[in-house]
């Protein structure tokens, strides 16, 4: 099993950037997906997640309006669309996909919000 995330970086305040999680290994399109993400010296967070056939979202509130997850299925990929980015934005961000109790996790992509 694989998640790998990519397009992390450092971006200014109101830049935007788009983090993918590639899958592998595991039946993606019956995972429900998550991005979570977790700042220095802070507990880990849920961004957003999106049901198994993408039907249904939910964001936290520190990022409604400003993020979209979304997912495509047939390439096993989990998106997330982060504009409007703030400092405060600024934490390692991790995919999570997860099925009754099963759970598994990306290494994390690093995204730095600062001028």
């Known amino acids: 099993v694989q998640l790998v995330e990519s397009g992390g970086g450092l971006v200014q305040p109101g830049g935007t950037l788009r983090l993918s999680c590639v899958a592998s290994?595991?039946?993606?399109?019956?995972?429900?997906m998550s991005w979570y993400r977790q700042a220095p010296g802070k507990e880990r967070e849920l961004v957003a997640g999106i049901g198994s056939r993408g039907r249904s979202t939910n964001y936290g509130d520190s990022v409604k309006g400003r993020f979209t997850i979304s997912r495509d299925n047939a390439k096993n990929t989990l998106y997330l669309q982060m504009n409007s980015l703030k400092p405060e934005d600024t934490a390692v961000y991790y995919c999570n996909a997860r099925w009754g109790d099963t759970n598994y996790w990306g290494q994390g992509t690093q995204v730095t919000v600062s001028s």
């Open positions: 290994g595991f039946t993606f399109s019956t995972y429900v």
